[in-house]
């Protein structure tokens, strides 16, 4: 089986990394360069785990390299195995910034809302977004008429506003946080839909109703 230049760019970071531990262990570490908050009561502790971490270690020359690399991943697992640490800390420094930073495979199946969605209209940049995002492509398929409906009752509150459309396609880039599980099936993310946009419910159709969670435990128990 052929590697990947990816793989063999990560195996020879590695491979690099572990040569370079031994030695490291026996150097000195490198101190932390970090601002405390001016505006908050300093606890003394490094702030961390939070969106702002990067601008506390904005002179940490480590970090802000490692960030903007190419692969802050890599940065990531090899600060992270580093017997000083002072790294550990970068790592959780660097994981914290880059935040959204990790995307699931490029072109994956997604219901998304395209560029031109009669709702973008008007956006300077209009970009396609995804709505719904599974492996599995023929549940989407199967949800997608579904799903335009129970989206089309519920704008249709708005005669003033245009509907979203959607469609079944590819897109990259995707958040890894919000993947639906394989068996997930087309009535568990109408339901699920109706539970995060509460509304919904008033407006659905009556057979998409019975496919939100209060029914679907009642029918369970009935059974």
């Known amino acids: 089986m052929n590697e990947s230049p990816q793989a063999a760019a ?8 572990e040569l370079s531990v ?15 908050s001016t505006a908050l009561l300093d606890d003394h502790h490094y702030s961390v785990n939070n969106i702002n971490a990067r601008s506390h270690f904005s002179d940490d020359s480590v970090i802000t390299g490692a960030i903007d690399a190419d692969q802050p991943l890599l940065e990531i697992a090899m600060l992270a195995v580093s017997p000083h640490w002072e790294d550990r800390v970068r790592a959780a420094v660097v994981r914290a910034s880059i935040g959204t930073g990790i995307t699931l495979p490029d072109d994956f199946p997604c219901i998304y809302e395209p560029a031109d969605s009669p709702k973008k209209a008007g956006l300077k940049s209009p970009r396609p977004s995804a709505w719904v995002i599974s492996a ?13 409906e129970l989206w089309d009752a519920y704008e249709s509150q708005w005669h ?28 568990a993310v109408i ?10 419910y008033r407006t659905a159709p009556e057979h998409l109703r019975r496919m939100h969670p209060r029914f679907r435990l009642r029918d369970e128990e009935a059974e």
């Open 10 to 17: 990560v195996r020879n970071a590695f491979a690099a990394f």
């Open 22 to 36: 031994a030695s490291d262990a026996h150097e000195e570490a490198h101190p932390l360069a970090y601002a405390p």
């Open 136 to 148: 599995d492509e023929a549940m989407l398929h199967e949800l997608l008429p579904l799903y335009q």
């Open 160 to 187: 003033h506003s245009p509907n979203r459309t959607f469609k079944v396609g590819r897109l990259s880039g995707l958040s890894p946080y919000s993947v639906y599980r394989p068996g997930t099936t087309p009535a």
């Open 191 to 200: 339901g699920q839909t109706m539970l995060v946009h509460s509304d919904m």
